[in-house]
């Protein structure tokens, strides 16, 4: 059984930092890519970064750039947002994303994803 999840969200102030985790178990991922998205109310699921299983190449939305950081840590399974100079835009629910054989083209949306976890909120206060 294939299981994503989530922790380290949080409430925090503007200019802060949170690091999300996304744990992954119950199958080989090396095929895949993982990639977190984020919702906030009355928004459709966005598309924040992803990260290559195998050769480790991201991706990033335009929003986060310079911002975030994705990693992995292979022999953990697991995958890392690092967030840097939060605004009050970033706050929405995270999701970890896992989809395979995806291209560059391909990651962003949504509907190209096999696997979700259940997500973790994060919160920016003004």
């Known amino acids: 059984q294939v299981q994503l999840v989530e922790s380290g969200g949080g409430l925090v102030q503007v200019g802060g930092s949170l690091r999300l985790s996304c744990a992954a178990s119950?199958?080989?991922?090396?095929?895949?890519?993982m990639t977190w998205f984020r919702q906030a109310p009355e928004k459709e699921r966005e598309f924040v970064a992803a990260?290559?299983?195998?050769?480790?190449?991201?991706f990033y939305a335009d929003s986060v750039k310079g911002r975030f950081t994705i990693s992995k840590d292979n022999a953990k399974n697991t995958v890392y947002l690092q967030m840097e100079s939060l605004k009050p835009e970033d706050t929405a629910v995270y999701y970890c994303?896992?989809?395979?054989?995806?291209?560059?083209?391909?990651?962003?949306?949504?509907?190209?994803?096999?696997?979700w976890g259940q997500g973790t909120q994060v919160t920016v206060s003004s």
């Open positions: 994303a896992a989809g395979a054989r995806l291209i560059a083209s391909t990651l962003r949306d949504r509907n190209n994803y096999d696997y």
């Open positions: 119950g199958r080989s991922f090396r095929d895949y890519v």
């Open positions: 990260i290559r299983w195998s050769g480790g190449g991201t």
